[in-house]
């Protein structure tokens, strides 16, 4: 029904910057929050960063300062501004987004994950 889609990751040097994005496609009538989550091998899944639809933000403390969450309504897409990645960023990442979208008679809500990215800080 709503599907998301991640890019953007890769292996980047200590340091260096990558920026992720999240693009949600089908019958979305609305998105309300969206979030980027991640993670590491024999770790549990943890909130990296959340965006409202009005645009406010929430940053886990390990990444503030240093990630920058954003989102274009217009295009459905939120992308995420990695800068000075730690090899402790290394994790998969993955977008969530929740909302309302069309069925046959009526608007349902939605809570989509992506497939996940994987993000490899290491020189």
Do not use: H
């Not at 886990?60 to 969450?69: C, N, P, Q, Y």
């Amino acid at each position: 029904q709503v599907q998301l889609v991640e890019s953007g990751g890769g292996l980047v040097q200590p340091g260096g910057s990558l920026r992720l994005s999240c693009a949600a496609s089908g019958r979305i009538f609305s998105i309300n929050a969206m979030g980027w989550y991640r993670q590491a091998p024999g770790k549990e899944r943890e909130l990296v960063a959340v965006i409202t639809g009005g645009g406010s933000t929430n940053y886990a403390d390990s990444v503030k300062g240093r990630f920058t969450i954003s989102r274009d309504n217009a295009k459905n897409t939120m992308y995420l501004q990695m800068n000075s990645l730690k090899p402790e960023d290394t994790a998969v990442y993955y977008c969530n987004a929740q909302g309302t979208a069309y069925s046959l008679l009526n608007l349902d809500n939605f809570n989509a994950w992506g497939q996940g990215t994987q993000v490899t800080v290491s020189s």
